[in-house]
């Protein structure tokens, strides 16, 4: 169903696709705690870029691949020609004829278009500034582990996050209820809006902007944030920080979640910023148990694609 195809933005998958990776996901979880997992990609090469720093994504990748019996190579920017100006396409032809799959982590998500479309092998976000596959289906699957379901998730901050594009494509392909609180400025970009409100429109999903934080947490189970300033956005994050100040996770805010409501950030998380510390740190939050995940995510991905 999914081995050769390339996983850019979960929109490319079908549901049925979708399930199976959270399925496998769930079953890897299994395999690592009972110290039993399968070698699927034994005699497999992976090829590993980094054109932007990274913690949880670089181990949970690294470590899936290898094991699951195949053999990553991990290749920052700084140490291959893509950063001395060779062209993506050349870096990309390269790859095909070595290894059997890529996974990208860049700063513009046409960069993992030219290695998918240049490499002729499958080829796998590990984040762009578009979207972020890998870290929606980790949460998806925490929301998933604590509730036994999939349920309502709030996210609170940026509009336009490419965390939270990944999540309204999970919830638009699974027909899920996802609440945005957003400053009227920060959108997701018109054409993957578009894209999203057909899936909806197709799978019953409910996807919603609200500008009050509190309208959008009420009754939801998971309150999810971003870092305020991403990678890259550095010349304008005093801006950001101003138009963004009043969607904070406070504890208050947490109040109006349903029973037994959770707290959910990718990380890093700035303290302080985006979300108060007693938040992150507290009872409530799951973000160790969603860092944990991208391991069983990445375990499924690799092993169902390549």
Not at 86 to 105: H, K, Y
Not at 130 to 146: F, I
């Amino acid at each position: 169903m999914l081995k050769g195809k390339n996983l850019l933005c979960l929109l490319d998958l079908e549901k049925e696709e979708i399930e199976k990776i959270m399925d496998v996901s769930f079953l890897m979880k299994h395999f690592v705690y009972s110290n039993s997992v399968p070698k699927p990609l034994q005699g497999k090469r992976v090829a590993l870029i980094f054109e932007k720093p990274s913690t949880r994504t670089r181990v949970s990748t690294e470590l899936a691949i290898n094991l699951l019996g195949g053999y990553a190579v991990v290749l920052n920017k700084s140490e291959i020609q893509w950063s001395r100006g060779e062209p993506v396409e050349d870096t990309a032809r390269v790859l095909g004829r070595m290894v059997n799959g890529i996974g990208a982590r860049v700063l513009s998500h046409d960069s993992l278009v030219k290695l998918a479309s240049y490499s002729g092998v499958p080829t796998i976000n590990l984040l762009s500034d578009l979207s972020h596959p890998l870290q929606a289906l980790a949460d998806y699957m925490t929301v998933r582990e604590k509730f036994g379901g999939y349920k309502t998730i709030a996210f609170v901050g940026d509009g336009s996050d490419n965390v939270l594009v990944s999540l309204m494509a999970f919830a638009s392909k699974m027909g899920l209820e996802l609440r945005v609180a957003s400053p009227p400025g920060l959108r997701p970009r018109p054409d993957i809006w578009k894209k999203i409100e057909e899936e909806a429109e197709r799978s019953g999903a409910n996807i919603e902007f609200y500008e009050d934080p509190y309208e959008a947490v009420r009754g939801s189970y998971a309150v999810y944030t971003d870092v305020w300033v991403s990678m890259g956005q550095e010349n304008v994050a005093q801006q950001k920080k101003e138009t963004l100040k009043d969607y904070k996770v406070t504890e208050d805010l947490m109040r109006y979640t349903a029973s037994g409501g959770i707290f959910m950030h990718c990380l890093p998380a700035v303290r302080g910023e985006e979300v108060e510390a007693s938040v992150i740190d507290g009872k409530r939050s799951v973000v160790w148990d969603q860092a944990e995940n991208k391991l069983y995510t990445s375990m499924a991905v690799f092993s169902l694609i390549i």
